[in-house]
């Protein structure tokens, strides 16, 4: 039923995998472009707190270059005035990628930047791993 896993960055996202509930869109971009050094993806879901709805949106890149992330907001800007909704960013909570964290202190100046708990501890644990401390960590 499902496709296999991709093995290169040009494989075709099915239709039935591109949407969630009620048909409502979960890839909203799909590109490969020069500016994009590749292949760039776009999730977006909704996540309800405090009986406020919030977009989550997910980007996925096929390179890690600071020219990428900085075409991330335009690419969501777009995106969101296309289904006429307004890009207001407050947070982008993200891995440890310096050049990320550059693209978006120079293009959403506002918005601030949070790391990831879980890859703050990946990279802990990580560090434990290539020091040889694996099984000391294990043991306490």
């Given at each position: ?35 994009f ?6 999730f977006?879901l ?7 709805t ?26 969101a ?14 891995d ?6 550059n693209?978006?202190?120079r ?19 990580r ?10 960590y294990?043991?306490?």
């Amino acid at each position: 039923m499902y496709p296999p896993l991709p093995t290169c960055q040009n494989f075709v996202i099915p239709d039935f995998i591109s949407k969630i509930i009620d048909s409502i869109p979960f890839l909203l971009f799909d590109q490969t472009r020069d500016e994009f050094g590749g292949r760039l993806l776009v999730f977006s879901l909704r996540t309800v707190k405090d009986s406020k709805t919030y977009p989550v949106l997910f980007a996925l890149t096929s390179n890690r270059k600071e020219a990428t992330y900085i075409a991330i907001p335009d690419v969501i800007r777009t995106e969101a005035q296309h289904h006429g909704v307004s890009f207001a960013s407050h947070m982008f909570i993200s891995d440890y990628e310096q050049a990320w964290t550059n693209a978006v202190q120079r293009k959403l100046i506002t918005t601030s930047i949070s790391e990831c708990w879980f890859h703050h501890v990946q990279a802990i644990y990580r560090w434990i791993q290539s020091n040889g401390l694996s099984k000391t960590y294990q043991e306490h």
